[in-house]
């Protein structure tokens, strides 16, 4: 099985994928929004919430974890997408159908 059967079976499987599968094929390393940017299933759940007008605390409280952790999650959440904030992280989550 070669790489470009691989890519073609990812396509196929997870159409969200298919910009990561063109970049790996073109040799360039995929642009950070691009399926998810690589979110973790906590991060992912954080980033649901993101959505609502609940603080960092509020958040730490529904998840049932501290709030240091929901903002390590949220920076990483940034990072991962490419966001400066909160409201640009939920919009580039719904352009690339994170969301």
Same mark, same amino acid.
């Given at each position: 099985c070669d790489l470009d059967e691989l890519l073609g079976r990812l396509r196929l499987l997870d159409p969200g994928s298919a910009l990561?599968?063109?970049e790996i094929v073109r040799g360039a390393a995929p642009h950070? !929004? *691009?399926a998810g940017g690589g979110l973790s299933? @906590?991060?992912t759940e954080v980033l649901r919430f993101? +959505?609502?007008m609940l +603080? *960092?605390?509020? #958040? $730490? +409280?529904?998840? !049932? /974890?501290? /709030?240091?952790t929901v903002? $390590?999650?949220?920076? $990483? #959440?940034? @990072?991962?997408? !490419? $966001? *400066?904030r909160r409201s640009e992280a939920v919009a580039l989550a719904r352009d690339n159908g994170i969301l």
């Amino acid at each position: 099985c070669d790489l470009d059967e691989l890519l073609g079976r990812l396509r196929l499987l997870d159409p969200g994928s298919a910009l990561v599968a063109d970049e790996i094929v073109r040799g360039a390393a995929p642009h950070p !929004g *691009a399926a998810g940017g690589g979110l973790s299933e @906590r991060e992912t759940e954080v980033l649901r919430f993101l +959505t609502t007008m609940l +603080t *960092a605390a509020e #958040i $730490a +409280t529904e998840l !049932g /974890v501290s /709030v240091n952790t929901v903002k $390590a999650h949220m920076r $990483a #959440i940034y @990072r991962k997408l !490419g $966001a *400066a904030r909160r409201s640009e992280a939920v919009a580039l989550a719904r352009d690339n159908g994170i969301l």
